[in-house]
């Protein structure tokens, strides 16, 4: 039996539920309903069939079998992407595998430094099995309490800890992989050197599960810093914010573990919005940094380097004013609200999002030419921008002006976008920095990457998934 232009055929759909149990193989739509839906509202899609499989054996057969029957498969982790890589479309074709139930940590290796952990395992999960170890696992993420590490190395994910750390591909030094002809790939292993042919790992990641499953992952662990320090500061431009970054990054080099941009208005969202939320400062100033200063040495190696940021800049007329965190309870206060940042512009109504990158020294110009930009889209939008400035990589959200129909505004999107990503081109940037491009995004790559690199990409699409069978649609 094969898959039809009119769904799945019921026997074929009992042959993929026998191979994981009638428990693990969801059918009614409540059950199946969590799995169609993302946050964004953006993309609902429609399955027959929810596989959970429990081995990386069961996912094997489950490809193997959807290569010989043509049958389209959508692997899902934690389902908090922001570009609907992870749903299904709307045929019901299309059979979502969650990989929620391989979710063991299998080794700790403090001496190498290494976790290896399977792709169902949630990012917090880790970040906790890590510092019970006494080690850091730094992917830090606002959704870190959802999202799974298959999913984070299948977007190649970000987070704040980048700017010290890297994103997901440099955290990564093996995987396993299961692949479309259900071949097991193992290269599990905990190497920083090996130069024996293509880096072969770093073609899943980021591939968003169209050329395999990521079932498996050996990522690195670090010590974990002996003093951390977080500060919050009150700016009068990004401007000021870039040369306060110089002054961080010469004083503090590598333990300067984070840096974030913060415009007043998702703060204010925030404040309003998000309950507990209270401005860190009295005054209110335009423009806000999130500073941490991370030490190896010591607590108080840590504090002065902080201290001797915030002087700096305070002396220099970079910083109108700043506040150190003085107990770990204000630490997280001031982190919480950088990430509810998103959550506090919900209630404002229809929002365009975009996520790109520009070189750091280009953020001033970018915000202060897309601002121009967006006004000449919509009149009166308001700019919803935050992100880390330490790496780039910019949350650009444009949300609808007070009172404007959201669907309307809505309709606005794909010329926002335009409008935004045009600057973002022009400075040398990327409007895709650490979401992935899913369905979101495809049209855009497609139109703007060079003709080369869309070609190879195809050529490894039809190399690794012949019968096209892995999330289709998405990224080519």
Not at 406 to 435: P, Q
Request: with cysteine; net charge negative; charged share 20%.
């Amino acid at each position: 039996m094969e898959a039809s232009g009119q769904g799945i055929d019921a026997a074929l759909l009992d042959r993929f539920a026998e191979i994981v149990g009638q428990a693990h193989a969801l059918r009614s739509e409540a059950d199946i309903a969590p799995y169609v839906s993302e946050r964004r509202g953006l993309y609902p899609g429609r399955t027959p069939l929810v596989l959970r499989p429990g081995s990386v054996d069961e996912i094997s057969r489950i490809l193997r079998l959807a290569t010989e029957t043509g049958t389209p498969i959508v692997p899902q982790g934690g389902n908090t992407g922001l570009v609907g890589g992870q749903m299904p479309d709307h045929s019901g074709r299309e059979i979502v595998l969650s990989l929620s139930r391989l979710n063991r940590i299998r080794e700790i290796d403090v001496q190498s430094n290494t976790v290896t952990a399977e792709a169902g395992v949630v990012l917090q999960t880790l970040r906790d099995a890590a510092d019970a170890a006494d080690r850091l696992f730094p992917l830090s993420l606002g959704s870190q309490g959802s999202c799974q590490i298959g999913g984070n190395l299948s977007s190649n994910a970000g987070g704040t800890g980048v700017l010290a750390y890297g994103n997901a591909r440099e955290l990564c030094l093996g995987v396993e992989v299961v692949l479309s002809t259900g071949e097991v790939f193992d290269d599990l292993r905990k190497l920083k050197k090996d130069n024996t042919g293509y880096d072969l790992k770093n073609l899943f990641i980021g591939a968003e599960g169209t050329l395999g499953i990521i079932t498996a992952a050996v990522l690195k662990l670090y010590p974990k810093p002996k003093g951390r320090e977080v500060a919050w500061v009150g700016l009068e431009s990004p401007e000021a914010a870039l040369a306060l970054f110089g002054k961080a990054t010469d004083r503090a080099g590598s333990g300067l573990t984070a840096f974030e941009l913060i415009a007043d208005r998702p703060l204010e969202f925030a404040v309003r919005h998000i309950s507990g939320t209270v401005r860190p400062l009295a005054g209110e100033w335009p423009w806000h940094v999130l500073m941490e200063v991370s030490s190896g040495r010591s607590a108080e190696d840590a504090r002065q380097l902080v201290e001797d940021i915030l002087t700096a800049g305070l002396e220099e007329g970079l910083a109108g004013d700043a506040v150190i965190a003085a107990s770990l309870a204000q630490s997280d206060a001031f982190w919480r609200i950088r990430e509810t940042l998103s959550d506090g512009q919900r209630p404002e109504g229809a929002s365009i999002k975009h996520d790109i990158s520009v070189p750091v020294a280009s953020i001033p110009e970018f915000i202060e030419r897309a601002v121009i930009a967006v006004e000449a889209v919509s009149p009166g939008a308001r700019v919803v921008c935050f992100g880390h400035m330490g790496d780039g990589n910019l949350h650009y959200n444009i949300s609808q002006p007070v009172g404007a129909d959201g669907a309307a505004f809505l309709g606005l999107y794909r010329t926002m976008n335009k409008a935004v990503h045009d600057i973002v081109h022009d400075l040398g940037g990327s409007f895709s920095a650490e979401h992935g491009i899913g369905r979101l995004k495809r049209d855009e790559l497609l139109a703007t990457a060079p003709t080369v690199a869309i070609d190879l990409m195809r050529r490894i699409k039809a190399a690794f998934d012949p019968a096209g069978i892995m999330n289709p649609g998405k990224v080519i």
